[in-house]
């Protein structure tokens, strides 16, 4: 961090490690956002979210939000529950679970949103027979949202004032693996030949021809966007 220049950062996790203490930590380094995802109540949760060795993770996930949450009321938390078909009829008893356990009124850093699960990429089509129709869905969010809002754990959705490029091909926007390996989409992840650099050799990233590609990347090189009034 240079002098006089500030920075946010944010952070996707499962939450299993995010203690206290490594939330201060992130905190101090400037990540200002922290996004957490729930799959639903505590038993169906366990189900999809479970260690290698089949124990499950929420209690551990709510126990390490509940350690920091008030303390640290300028680091935002997000809660993402991810819906299909499998857990649509569950997501309402996840957020009277929330603001039963303390979550919701009291701690207005802490946010839940929703996103509906889709078969984008060749990995995710295994599930395509369960993810919901966009009407559906759309009911279904409305009415989560609402539940949501009652119970202070989200302010009700509004049109975004923002219609902005995908974080992929954003300056300043990199997703970074456990292994260091550093890409400009998370779509990518799971393909080691479309890194742009490694976290161990920064000064790589200003030669790589993706990296390059990513930035150089312009809607006015596409006709439809072009048309687009």
């Not at 839940?112 to 889709?118: G, L, R």
């Not at 990429?121 to 369960?130: F, I, N, P, W």
């Amino acid at each position: 961090q240079s002098k006089g220049l500030s920075y946010s950062a944010s952070v996707v996790t499962n939450g299993y490690l995010l203690s206290a203490d490594i939330a201060k930590s992130l905190f101090s380094r400037g990540v200002t956002w922290i996004q957490v995802t729930l799959d639903g109540t505590p038993e169906y949760h366990d189900t999809r979210r479970y260690l290698m060795g089949g124990k499950g993770s929420f209690q551990k996930i709510i126990a390490n939000l509940r350690s920091f949450i008030t303390e640290l009321p300028k680091l935002a938390v997000s809660i993402r529950v991810n819906i299909d078909d499998r857990n649509a009829n569950d997501i309402h008893g996840l957020l009277d679970y929330l603001a039963e356990q303390g979550f919701g009124k009291t701690t207005p850093n802490l946010n839940v949103y929703f996103a509906p699960v889709e078969a984008t990429t060749e990995g995710c089509h295994s599930v395509e027979e369960v993810t919901m129709a966009k009407n559906r869905y759309g009911q279904l969010e409305a009415e989560l949202f609402e539940h949501a809002f009652r119970l202070g754990l989200s302010p009700l959705p509004a049109p975004p004032r923002f219609h902005g490029n995908c974080g992929a091909v954003r300056p300043s926007s990199l997703v970074i693996l456990p292994t260091g390996d550093l890409h400009k989409c998370w779509d990518t992840v799971s393909q080691p030949e479309r890194a742009i650099g490694s976290l161990f050799d920064l000064d790589a990233l200003g030669d790589s021809e993706l990296g390059l590609a990513w930035l150089g990347w312009s809607p006015f090189r596409h006709e439809t966007c072009r048309n687009c009034k």
